[in-house]
């Protein structure tokens, strides 16, 4: 009885961690299609610029696979070391994960303050060279979220040192759109605009999340039911 619950277990640590490698595999490859596909997009942050979806993707896809891999690998061969070496990583990540939501309420006012201070600082660089991806990131943000500018329209006419604004800003756009009427511009920030669309789909994030922090939760308590029960086994024909 005990013997076919633990082939029961082994069975489904490895349908999991396969299921788990699987993910990863596909966020490592949606990372490396926009990597190649969409190269010139890349982050609104002018102190962080290689922090783009595509290189998001592709480290999460690769920190996934490997736990994945050990996971799997571990429960075939009913390997302790590969087992503890999966519970130690994934409860590392659970704990980072639970650290970073806790950090990021306790200090949200100074990180929506030095957001703003960056983004305002990365408008600087719109449109000079070498840095089309921030260019190319900004006039997508703008257009699709009907905004302008970081906390108002305005943020640009430190840019241009003129009442000017992108194209993209531009309620129906054409070219040099940007320096005709303040009137034909979006005027709502952008900033804001981003976090009302987050709030208007916080449910669906909380839905993510708590999916997440289950399978996480379910990787750990049947890695480590295996690694006892290898102790035991190891234990007993000692």
Not at 173 to 186: A, I, M, V
Request: charged residues 15%; hydrophobic residues 50%.
């Amino acid at each position: 009885m005990a013997e076919g619950c633990m082939r029961g277990l082994r069975y489904g640590m490895v349908f999991f961690n396969l299921l788990f490698w699987l993910g990863g595999c596909g966020i490592l490859g949606v990372g490396v299609w926009l990597s190649v596909t969409q190269g010139n997009f890349a982050t609104l942050s002018s102190s962080l610029p290689s922090l783009s979806a595509a290189n998001l993707l592709i480290a999460v896809g690769t920190i996934i696979m490997v736990i994945g891999c050990l996971g799997c690998v571990g429960a075939v061969k009913e390997s302790r070391p590969l087992l503890l070496s999966f519970f130690i990583l994934l409860l590392l990540i659970f704990f980072l994960e639970i650290l970073s939501i806790t950090l990021f309420f306790v200090y949200q006012d100074q990180i929506d303050h030095y957001a703003q201070r960056d983004l305002k600082r990365g408008l600087q660089l719109f449109g000079t060279e070498g840095n089309v991806g921030l260019t190319n990131a900004w006039m997508i943000v703008q257009t699709d979220f009907r905004c302008c500018g970081v906390t108002n329209h305005t943020d640009w006419f430190d840019v241009y040192n003129a009442s000017r604004v992108p194209d993209s800003c531009c309620l129906e756009y054409s070219d040099n759109c940007g320096l005709e009427n303040p009137g034909t511009w979006w005027t709502a920030p952008c900033y804001e605009r981003v976090k009302d669309w987050l709030q208007e789909n916080l449910v669906a994030l909380w839905i993510f999340a708590l999916c997440t922090a289950l399978t996480q939760i379910l990787g750990l308590v049947f890695s480590m039911t295996m690694f006892c029960h290898a102790v035991k086994v190891e234990t007993f024909y000692a």
